[in-house]
């Protein structure tokens, strides 16, 4: 089984400029995940996705950050204008079904340095 | 602000010993319990998840709950070099919503 996949890797960009993450979930799975992993602190939710509903996105920076799950399927996170506190790991998750026992399967994550 | 607390670490014990990661966690409505294993520059991946009180145990690891106390802990027996990362403690709350910790950085010494 194919895991969750996520592109860029890597991303370097000056501030003010806009940049965009891929996100494929694992085949099948409900809910999708996007978190902002800063160097030395756990991941911080930023948006839930169930199927191509929006379930909670009360920590999404909404004047910077947008994101979107058409089809249910495969994200796309969007950050424009970024800033120099945006640098971080953005990581996709997915789960089956999104209920309180799911467990949620990691991505690789995007390392995103803003200069 | 629920939050989920984790000492940072280092932890450092020598190969072979007994890890004991510690994790206290803000709202009593939190149902599941997750940890995770972060090697660096890596993404977190599952070790083991509990729920109801107790312990549970998945070959070398041991998690315990105790949601009167608002506690959860991993136990690693017979500690390896290869379980040196940052443990992630994560907490379903009352909303689904999982927080995680800040992690706490076990050094396993040769």
């Known amino acids: 089984e194919a895991g969750v996949a996520q592109s860029p890797r890597y991303k370097i960009i000056e501030k003010r400029q806009s940049v965009a993450f891929w996100c494929n979930p694992i085949s099948g799975h409900a809910t999708l995940y996007w978190y902002q992993q800063i160097l030395g602190q756990g991941p911080k939710l930023l948006i839930q996705f169930q199927n191509n509903g929006v379930v909670d996105d009360s920590q999404l920076p909404k004047d910077r950050f947008s994101a979107e799950r058409l089809k249910g399927v495969d994200s796309t996170l969007k950050i424009q204008p970024a800033k120099l506190e945006d640098s971080a790991v953005y990581l996709c998750?997915?789960?089956?079904?999104?209920?309180?026992?799911?467990?949620?399967?990691f991505g690789p994550g995007t390392r995103l340095t803003v200069l | 602000q629920k939050e989920v607390e984790q000492n940072s670490g280092p932890l450092s014990v020598p190969e072979g010993a007994i890890a004991s990661l510690n994790c206290t966690y803000s709202?009593?409505?939190?149902?599941?319990f997750f940890w995770y294993r972060q090697y660096s520059g890596k993404s977190p991946e599952l070790i083991m998840f509990i729920y109801s009180n107790g312990d549970k145990e998945d070959g070398r690891f041991t998690a315990q709950l105790n949601k009167a106390s608002q506690y959860v802990s991993l136990l690693i027996r017979d500690s390896q070099p290869s379980d040196s990362a940052t443990y992630l403690c994560?907490?379903?709350?009352?909303?689904?919503?999982?927080?995680f910790g800040s992690g706490t950085r076990l050094l396993v010494r040769p």
């Open positions: 709202d009593r409505g939190s149902q599941s």
């Open positions: 998750a997915s789960s089956p079904r999104g209920g309180a026992t799911d467990t949620q399967y």
């Open positions: 994560a907490v379903n709350d009352s909303s689904y919503k999982l927080i």
